[in-house]
């Protein structure tokens, strides 16, 4: 068994848009080596629930998970995206099996503590050392290649609303106990850029000093910086490297070739 993993997050620019997925799938699918997919789905399960008459409750731009909501992303994060990522692997001949935490206990995570804003049912997970990875590793055996829904679960019978690039970190630290762990955060950029209206100015190497003299200079787009804060957070932990790129140039960022930003210690 490969000691290599790669996990690879996609968010609503790839699933949102029919070509944009389908030309991901077909190039995830051959990235080689065993590899996770996470999924979130925010802007798709906001459509459907505008259908059905449901508006979005967002405060500081997070969602609010109240019982309907979290009725509607489980069905639509765990269902539709969730097994319609899966069968169109299949199509692939890449053998996916979907997933959310709860399943075989992989993501324990407790509903976040009410401060000074109740988000209802929306799922902080336990520290990294909780994820089964004995259970992903007998996936990795087998040649099966698990699509994780941004779900997890409170042990207590509450499935819980959880951040889909907080699923991708921990999973990755927690794999990097027993694997050489890339995580790859796929977006609408090329990379973290030095110039947010310059699609060209992509930053391809990122080290703690520079960061630090960057974000010091304010000269990184405050919306990235959570995102990268994680990534510095998840290499401390043990991952091997952190990537973040354009979904369209999965395969070359997979190969540690020179697309996106690599992200080390």
């Known amino acids: 068994m490969s000691t290599k993993i790669s996990v690879i997050k996609i968010g609503g620019n790839v699933l949102d ?11 995830f699918s051959l990235v080689p080596g065993f590899k996770v997919l996470v999924h979130g789905g925010g802007t798709i399960a906001s459509e459907i629930g505008k259908k059905m008459g449901m508006e979005p409750i967002m405060i500081n731009g997070r969602r609010v998970t109240d019982a309907n909501t979290l009725h509607l992303v489980t069905m639509v994060y765990g269902g539709l995206l969730n097994k319609n990522l899966v069968a169109q692997l299949q199509a692939r001949k890449c053998n996916a099996l979907g997933l959310t935490g709860a399943d075989a206990n992989v993501i324990p995570a407790h509903k976040r503590p009410v401060k000074d804003i109740d988000y209802g049912f929306v799922g902080d997970v336990e520290s990294p050392d909780q994820v089964n990875v004995a259970f992903l590793a007998s996936l990795a055996e087998q040649g099966i290649v698990p699509v994780f829904a941004a779900l997890t679960h409170d042990g207590e019978g509450s499935l819980l609303n959880t951040n889909a690039d907080t699923i991708a970190s921990t999973l990755a630290v927690a794999l990097s106990t027993r694997f050489e762990v890339n995580l790859i955060y796929c977006f609408e950029k090329k990379g973290v850029l030095l110039n947010v209206e310059d699609e060209t100015s992509v930053i391809h190497h990122l080290q703690p000093n520079y960061y630090a003299e960057l974000k010091d200079k304010g000269a990184i787009f405050a919306g990235m910086l959570p995102k990268l804060d994680n990534a510095f957070a998840a290499l401390e932990q043990g991952v091997k490297a952190v990537v973040i790129g354009d979904a369209a140039e ?16």
Request: charged share 25%.
């Open 17 to 27: 848009n029919a070509d944009n997925l389908e030309r991901f799938l077909t190039d």
């Open 250 to 265: 999965i395969q070359d960022i997979a190969a540690g070739g020179k697309a996106g930003t690599r992200i080390t210690l």
